[in-house]
Each structure stands twice: as structure tokens, then as C-alpha cells.
């Protein structure tokens, strides 16, 4: 069983910078894709940031050079940093992996005051 437990949410101004923390127990740390996805108030949950087990990352547009995934193998964690952060850069953000079964964080809140 995976369990992934976040860490690092927070209100902050905008054009400020917050890291998130995944932790992942388990097995699949090391080979499998680690994700970061967000969902703002009364909207779907979206895909922000990927890095896979061979450390190729891929990030929505709307992120793009302000945010950074990167993992540590060493310690099973994979951490977002987010620089120039806007308004809308405001939700729950989870960290999820897996492949058939998808494992999920419970989530930690960023708010981003304008």
C-alpha cells in the first residue's frame, strides 16, 4: 500500500513563493512518475507538474518557469517550488502517483492573497 502525505500549503501574497513536500511510503517511489495536481474552488482538479523516474519533468502552461518539480530518491519525497505565485495559483494541490491504481495525498491548501 502507497500513502502520500503532503506538506508546506499556506497563505502567502501574490508574487511570493511556497515549497510543497510529498512524502511517499511504499515501493513505487523510485519507478514510477510522481505528479503534482491542484483544484481551485468549483473547478476540476488539473495536472501542474510531472517528473518521472528518470527525472524528465513536464509542466502545465500556466506554470511554466515559475514552478519546479524535483524529487529525492533518498528520501522518497518529490517537492514543488512556486515562485511568482498569483491569485490564481489559489487550491487544494495533491501529490499523486501510480500507474493501474492511483495513489493520492489528502491534500494541502496554498491561498494566494491579490
Given at each position: ?111 494566494v492573497s491579490s
Amino acid at each position: 500500500q502507497v500513502q502520500l502525505v503532503e506538506s508546506g500549503g499556506g497563505l502567502v501574497q501574490a508574487g511570493g513563493s511556497l515549497r510543497l513536500s510529498c512524502t511517499a511510503s511504499g515501493s513505487v517511489f523510485n519507478t514510477h512518475a510522481m505528479r503534482w495536481y491542484r483544484q481551485a474552488p468549483g473547478k476540476q482538479r488539473e495536472l501542474v507538474a510531472v517528473v518521472t523516474s528518470r527525472d524528465t519533468t513536464n509542466y502545465a502552461y500556466s506554470v511554466k518557469g515559475r514552478f519546479t518539480i524535483f524529487r529525492e530518491n533518498g528520501k522518497n519525497t518529490v517537492y514543488l517550488q512556486m515562485n511568482s505565485l498569483k491569485f490564481e495559483d489559489t487550491g487544494v494541490y495533491y501529490c499523486n502517483t501510480g500507474l493501474v491504481n492511483q495513489y493520492w495525498g489528502q491534500g494541502t491548501q496554498v491561498t494566494v492573497s491579490s
